[in-house]
């Protein structure tokens, strides 16, 4: 039986690898292939349509999937506009903490002003 940091850790490398991987599994195009999960198209997670993000439709059973339990730590690579930063925030609670980065420096700031009221959620 492992302890709660080692449990911590665990969970803190699984989220990055799990999102990767439920992404690319539910994508159409893997989904339905047993070919190459290599991304093809850059552009394929990009918004279509109605200006949704297709992976973000299956938000729950990702979540689920993931088993974060209050005082989990996340990492967040790539956190975009810190959407899914918030859906981990709610389900680590404030006794957990979100580490959000973001290359676009545009978006850590947009991310500092709009998540101000969640402190577990730390943009840079």
């Keep these: 039986m492992r302890n709660n940091t080692s449990n911590q850790l665990h969970r803190l490398l699984t989220v990055p690898v799990l999102i990767a991987s439920l992404t690319l599994a539910l994508h159409p195009v893997f989904a339905e292939s047993t070919q190459s999960t290599r991304i093809s198209d850059a552009k394929q997670h990009r918004r279509q349509g109605d200006k949704k993000y297709p992976y973000r439709a299956k938000s729950d059973y990702i979540l689920k999937e993931l088993d974060l339990h209050a005082g989990d730590v996340v990492v967040d690579i790539g956190a ?22 973001e290359v676009a420096e545009e978006k850590v700031e947009q991310m500092k002003k709009r998540l101000v009221k969640t402190p577990q959620i730390k943009p840079y």
Aim: aromatic share 14%; charged share 25%; no cysteine.
């Design 80 to 101: 975009g506009d810190g959407w899914w930063a918030e859906k981990f925030a709610k389900s680590v609670g404030k006794s957990g903490a979100i580490h959000a980065a």
